[in-house]
């Protein structure tokens, strides 16, 4: 039993890499990797049964249950680890670069370690928001604009790479003025997350994030601030201030960059990045409206939940739940919904939600319900993907189906 050939060049690698941030060590960080057969540990001791110490590291028999994606993980012991399952990577064939991929991807996960272990403000974000983040063309537009000047300042080299990063922020205020607070904070934080892990990850590859205008009217906000943030990061290495104390601060990557090139500079838009972003918004709009005509089609009766008092929501699928409308939601999969003397709890089944906001629910709809039944003055329905329980009195009949009115 021996590490696999890619993993001994990456911890190779690791162990040469130069400084990539102030305090962060991975060649000291726990590294935890399943090879399809079994999981490493590297420069820890698990301390935990179950382990077996092989050639100077640690192997667990099949996945160890931690690891379940590319992230920091906390195995049983208290012990903190960047985790990475070989199996989800696409190695290339060539072994020197295959061992320069797994490097620089647990160099990534070991960054979230660091930030674990490392309080800043600079790292929590409110990645609900994420949720009912504008998706109009506008923003859309603004945000393949900023692609494009961040692109080009990354790409100026020792030529004039200000310029461009002051377009770069024209647009990124242009977006901004569409977002709220919320959605603002979301951005600048998840780009201090994860945007930059990706800066130390390319900073080790020598390299900078892949920046595509023509795909930017397409990904989504969490997916672009990895880009957006690693890029912002490499740009503020150029003004050669000491920068990163300061987003440890708590400071916007976009301001520190403001501060030292100047104030957001205009730029004409280009009409094909304007037409890809309509043609996006236009496809996300058509998705959500099928999504909601297919809610609507299903057969059979519905039901319709009211309380003017408000609803609480006690669980959903972030991964399947649609913004549909202004304060609409549609939970495709799992909600879990309560009110006086009233509970609803579905999984496998759909449900569109109104209300001021997500957690702030007033109404519900189901559709393609089976029959109730009555016990005991209760109006429930049980199945294997669905759950509702009602006072039988507060159930009114109506033509497609049944009513509800909740104090």
């Known amino acids: 039993m021996h590490l696999p050939a890619a993993l001994t060049g990456a911890l190779t690698l690791i162990a040469r890499a130069p400084a990539l941030w102030p305090g962060f060590a991975p060649q000291r960080t ?17 301390g935990e049964d179950g382990w077996t110490h092989v050639d ?7 996945r160890h249950p931690s690891l379940s994606a590319h992230t920091a993980v906390t195995l049983p012991g208290g012990l903190g680890a960047a985790g990475v399952l070989l199996p989800d990577l696409s190695l290339p064939g060539d072994p020197d670069q295959a061992a320069r991929t797994l490097a620089a991807t647990l160099i990534h996960e070991a960054f979230h370690v660091y930030q674990g272990a490392t309080p800043s403000p600079a790292w929590p974000a409110p990645e609900l928001a994420a949720l009912t983040y504008p998706a109009g063309a506008e923003v859309r537009h603004a945000r393949a604009e900023e692609t494009h000047w961040l692109r080009v300042a990354l790409r100026a080299g020792a030529g004039d790479w200000t310029t461009p990063a002051r377009h770069a922020l024209h647009w990124r205020a242009r977006r901004h003025a569409q977002l709220d607070a919320a959605h603002r904070t979301f951005e600048t934080r998840m780009e201090t997350t994860e945007g930059l892990a990706l800066y130390v990850e390319t900073r080790f590859l020598a390299d900078h994030p892949d920046l595509d205008p023509d795909a930017a009217p397409l990904q989504t906000p969490r997916g672009w601030s990895y880009r957006s943030g690693a890029a912002l990061a490499h740009l503020l ?14 400071h916007p990557l976009a301001d ?14 280009h009409p094909d990045l304007e037409g890809a972003a309509q043609a996006a918004a236009d496809a996300h709009d058509a998705d959500l409206g099928a999504r909601l005509a297919a809610f609507h089609a299903q057969p059979g009766p519905a039901l319709h939940l009211s309380s003017p008092g408000g609803l609480r929501l006690g669980g959903f699928d972030p991964m399947n739940l649609h913004a549909v409308g202004p304060g609409t939601f549609l939970h495709a999969r799992h909600v879990q919904v309560r009110g006086p003397d009233a509970e609803l709890l579905t999984v496998g089944h759909s449900v569109l939600t109104r209300g001021p906001d997500l957690f702030s629910v007033q109404e519900v709809t189901l559709r393609g319900l089976p029959a109730p039944t009555a ?8 199945t294997p993907t669905l759950t509702v329980d009602l006072p039988g009195d507060a159930v009114q009949v109506t033509p497609d189906g049944w009513s509800v009115r909740l104090g």
Do not use: C, K, M, Y
């Open 30 to 46: 726990p590294l935890l990797t399943f090879d399809g057969t079994r999981t490493w540990l590297n420069h820890a001791d698990p």
């Open 56 to 62: 100077g590291a640690w192997v667990w028999p099949g």
């Open 237 to 250: 290495d150029r003004t050669g201030t000491p920068w990163t104390g300061e987003v440890l601060a708590g």
């Open 256 to 269: 520190l960059l403001t501060g030292q090139v100047g104030s957001p500079l205009p730029a004409a838009p």
């Open 375 to 382: 016990h005991g003055g209760r109006w429930q329905i049980r």
